[in-house]
């Protein structure tokens, strides 16, 4: 019997999938994991019917965390780390289509549901978390038990559990109260089962034949509401939500009008536009930054933490809360600082509580002539594509393109030579437009760099940490260029080139639908110049681009590869 | 480590200012700064006979043992105490209550942190070196004068003479005199921290200034290599005790004050306060921008012996240095016993540079570290 047929005939048995999981659970520990990592890499193969449209997506760490705040409370802490994601083509989002659970993320995701389940039962959150009171507290109750893993379940697996489903977690959940005489050690074991089901880590699509037009199929109502959920608020469907996918509302334009724009007018859209902006300028990667203390000093551990957190603050007070111009991210002078950052980038920040502790979030606005605006000046961006030591107007060239512009630039070529480039004593280079040019010389190297370093050089005054200076190695910064014909000194005047440029907003555009799909959208449809269009006439507000493309049938199409696929069957 | 030390002072320049101002000077400037190191100016050149011809002292295993004997104990009794409690960190019952109660009043035992008078003389080697930071505090000349090793001026530092044989003050910065770096490193983290701002037409040029320390509302920040963050923001307290309005000059690239008493109210554990009467000033500026200051005149000895006295566990040299205090003290002698109540003293410190503000958000002072300081806080109507 093979792993697989393993896991088959526990789905058999129990008539859900994560109970292949749990009865893994008595075999060895390096079995066990072996077998439930192969769950779920059998269970995404087994969704993924096309190569090019795989149709399940792992959920993120942060679209973790937030569900369990969202389901049980900020009070529940999660502090381990979870799997590492994978970006793909400029977005982890695309990445997750891809993502499986390897053993040692299984580990990670078990001791987090053990951690989480603990912190729901016990005696600080039982009270208002588990909504009935057990006839006993140290024997099962099937009746609070299946109250609580039904409503839960539900909210954790986005659609209402089957009967099968509740009567077998309500049997574990018996079976461990009555051995450890504690009905609560009994929803914590079910509870932890539901955790670590691929049912809740993985989004999946399921689709149905669509009754409109026979012999059609479309997304059934809970992979849309799963959908929308994901996309705008980073978070599992709430109850209305859920409602409106199990009353068919959902699968009507104007249901689904009703609940996107309930939705985008929510509070919770914060979360949402967060999570895409993070994922868009790869903020995780800051996880990993380190710059050299010895050189900046002032990129303290409160500066790298703060530093991505200046760039979202930024987004969502100008696309949320003052709904401007998606364009103008990149000209605004309006930021927030704390006193870490401030240092940083050398301004003053007044702070007047006493002893300013904890540092707090002041709204900073730069003045007119400041070398400082927009999102790319900040240290989210000049620091994170920067080295440890020095600048990189490559790199920064590089993630210009593609996170702004959607332009893919290729790798190096295998056996460059970076020497000259990587020599900053070097007495005739003094700076790294000088080495740059030089190394342009070579002319494999020409091409790629022609894209990359004029916009990265335009950054040049901002040190690896994200500083300002004028001089390197005691020479006068250049940070001169021409973008579409403008020209440009500096990132003030380079943002100011680039704010009608149209492949701006055309790539956040794409980058927002595949935000919200897992895929890049393809050709050129009249779906596609609708979402385009919309965005356009709302002067590019950037909530309008969510909700039209939330709204457009192109979001839950169903691939032709996959029906046909499914045909076959 | 000492000359490297004397060479950078000796290249330190005001001369370096015009080279971080911006094209066009202001008509009066005032740069910000706080100071994020701070000690008894300690001179030690690295060796172990440099001032303290006999060595005597020993460590504090040594002489606390010979204070033992000096009580009665006898000699492998007293260093067997010394070596329990050197062989451990936590305090050994029996040390203590040896070691800190060896106080006699009356002829009972009692706490030498308590009744420091209560303890016969240890009788430590003073200093008799040559040198020593300082300022010339009377105007006369005298057999207890130092020469100071920048100025090479005639100084006053009693202070020196009584602590510079004992081990733990024969430091060079960055290092400072034991107790007082462990202080430090609470005080940075807890306690606010004190603003100095510099007013002048223009400091790039010799000429008439103001210096202003204060204390903020706040306490340092540390930067990635845990010494004091540059340019950050400190909100001036305006209620603060600390606020001394000091008349100066920049003269050859040095920056002395007219003599004042000067006050600093502090919230740590060494240094509750330092106050200092005809108060003396020498302030320095490095190329990087960083100040190092001297700043001497008569203190409370009591006061500053206090500040060791009042963390037994940590006693160290506690009474050694109480009683050298005492018997060196220079000043203010008092009316009836005749015992001198303050003794000449120098402190070292450094600043780096910072934003200065008012409670109201208005900029008081700005670093000049930085290539555009601004001189309005953005964030003030918030």
Redesign the interface.
């Known amino acids: 019997m093979t792993i697989f047929e393993k896991v088959e005939i526990d789905k058999t048995m129990n008539g859900i999938r994560h109970f292949s999981v749990r009865h893994a659970k008595s075999l060895s520990v390096g079995a066990c994991l072996l077998v439930i990592a192969a769950s779920f890499g059998a269970r995404a193969a087994e969704t993924n019917v096309s190569a090019d449209k795989p149709t399940s997506m792992r959920i993120s760490s942060s679209q973790y965390r937030r569900t369990i705040a969202d389901i049980f409370g900020s009070s529940i802490v999660i502090t381990a780390r979870f799997e590492a994601e994978t970006r793909e083509n400029g977005l982890l989002a695309i990445g997750a289509l891809n993502n499986s659970v390897s053993e040692d993320g299984f580990e990670r995701y078990y001791e987090i549901a053990k951690d989480v389940a603990a912190q729901v039962t016990d005696k600080r959150h039982r009270a208002v978390l588990i909504p009935c009171k057990p006839k006993s507290a140290t024997a099962g109750d099937e009746v609070c038990a299946r109250k609580f893993l039904a409503t839960t379940g539900r909210l954790l697996f986005r659609r209402p559990l089957k009967n099968d489903e509740i009567q077998a977690l309500v049997a574990v959940s018996k079976d461990t109260a009555n051995k450890k005489k504690d009905f609560y050690a009994g929803i914590s074991t079910s509870l932890i089962d539901l955790l670590i089901s691929p049912d809740f880590l993985f989004r999946y699509r399921n689709i149905e034949p669509d009754p409109a037009r026979p012999g059609h199929f479309r997304l059934d109502s809970y992979s849309k509401a799963a959908i929308l959920s994901s996309f705008l608020w980073n978070s599992n469907p709430d109850d209305l939500l859920l409602k409106a996918a199990e009353n068919g509302s959902l699968q009507t334009d104007k249901g689904l009008a009703m609940q996107v724009d309930r939705m985008i007018s929510s509070p919770e859209i914060e979360s949402g536009v967060r999570a895409f902006f993070s994922d868009m300028l790869g903020l995780d990667q800051f996880d990993v930054l380190s710059k050299d203390a010895k050189f900046f000093p002032r990129f303290t551990p409160d500066a790298k933490r703060d530093a991505p957190e200046q760039t979202l603050r930024t987004i969502v007070d100008h696309v949320v809360d003052r709904q401007g111009d998606y364009r103008d991210l990149f000209t605004t002078r309006h930021t927030f600082m704390t006193r870490a950052l401030a240092a940083l980038y050398g301004v003053p920040l007044v702070e007047t509580t006493d002893n300013a502790r904890p540092m707090r979030w002041l709204a900073y606005t730069y003045p007119e002539g400041d070398p400082r605006a927009g999102i790319l000046s900040q240290a989210s961006f000049v620091a994170l594509y920067s080295g440890a030591g020095r600048t990189s107007p490559t790199i920064r060239g590089k993630n210009f393109r593609l996170n702004i512009l959607c332009q893919v630039v290729p790798p190096p070529p295998p056996n460059v030579d970076f020497s000259l480039i990587q020599d900053i004593t070097n007495p005739k280079f003094k700076t790294v437009r000088d080495r740059l040019t030089a190394h342009r010389s070579n002319p494999t190297c020409a091409g790629c760099h022609r894209l990359m370093d004029p916009v990265g050089l335009a950054f040049e005054n901002f040190d690896s940490s994200g500083g300002f200076r004028t001089t390197e190695n005691g020479v006068p910064i250049d940070t001169s260029g021409e973008w579409n014909g403008v020209k440009f000194s500096g990132p003030v005047e380079l943002t100011k080139a680039l704010h009608d440029d149209p492949a701006v907003t055309a790539c956040v555009a794409r980058k927002v639908f595949a935000f919200a799909s897992g895929a890049m959208p393809s050709g050129n449809s009249a779906q596609w110049k609708e979402i385009q269009t919309k965005f356009a006439d709302s002067h590019f507000n950037f909530l309008q681009l969510m909700r039209a493309i939330a709204v457009s049938d192109l979001l839950y199409s169903v691939p032709e590869t996959r029906v046909s696929l499914l045909e076959h069957k | 480590m000492p000359n490297k030390f004397h060479n950078l002072l000796s290249v330190s320049i005001w001369m370096a200012l015009p080279l971080c101002l911006n094209p066009i000077a202001a008509q009066a400037e005032s740069r910000g700064y706080v100071i994020g190191w701070l000690a008894t100016a300690s001179y030690y050149t690295g060796d172990v006979k440099m001032g303290c011809p006999d060595g005597r002292n020993g460590g504090v295993v040594e002489m606390h043992a010979r204070e033992l004997e000096a009580i009665g104990f006898g000699k492998k009794e007293a260093v067997e105490l010394q070596r329990k409690q050197r062989d451990t960190d936590a305090i050994v019952p029996e040390y203590r209550d040896k070691v800190y109660n060896r106080a006699r009043i009356n002829g009972k035992e009692g706490s030498v942190f308590t009744y420091p008078d209560f303890t016969s003389d240890p009788n430590v080697e003073l200093y008799s070196g040559k040198y020593a930071y300082g300022f010339d505090l009377t105007g006369t000349a005298g057999p207890s004068k130092f020469e100071d090793p920048e100025t090479h001026a005639r100084v006053d530092n009693q202070l020196w003479r009584a602590l510079g044989c004992i081990n733990q003050y024969r430091t060079f910065p960055p290092q400072k005199p034991m107790l007082e770096d462990t202080s430090w490193d609470v005080f940075v983290d807890n306690a606010?921290a004190w603003t100095v701002q510099i007013n002048g037409d223009d400091l790039s040029k010799d000429g008439k200034v103001t210096v202003t320390i204060g204390r903020a509302?706040?306490?340092l920040?540390?930067?990635?290599?845990s010494?004091t963050?540059?340019?950050?923001?400190y909100?001036v307290d305006p209620a603060s005790k600390t606020r001394n309005v000091l008349e100066g000059e920049i003269k050859d690239g040095v920056l002395t004050i007219k003599p004042a008493h000067i006050y600093l109210e502090g919230e740590l554990p060494f240094y509750m306060d330092i106050e200092l009467d005809n108060g003396h000033m020498r302030v320095n500026r490095q190329p990087d921008g960083k100040l190092i200051a001297y700043m001497g005149g008569f203190t409370d000895w009591k006061r500053y012996a206090y500040m060791s006295t009042a963390r037994p566990f940590q006693d160290a040299a506690a009474i050694e240095g109480y009683h050298a205090l005492k018997k060196v003290a220079d000043s203010d002698p008092d009316p009836v016993t005749g015992q001198n109540r303050k003794i000449s003293a120098t402190f070292r410190w450094e600043a780096v540079p910072a934003?200065l503000?008012d409670?109201k958000?208005n900029?008081l002072a700005?670093?000049d570290d930085?290539?555009?300081?601004?001189k309005?806080?953005?964030?003030?109507a918030?």
């Open positions: 606010p509302t706040q306490h920040l540390r930067d990635a290599t010494s963050l540059r340019d950050a923001t909100i934003y503000a409670s958000g900029i700005s670093p930085l290539v555009q300081p601004q309005v806080a953005n964030n003030a918030q």
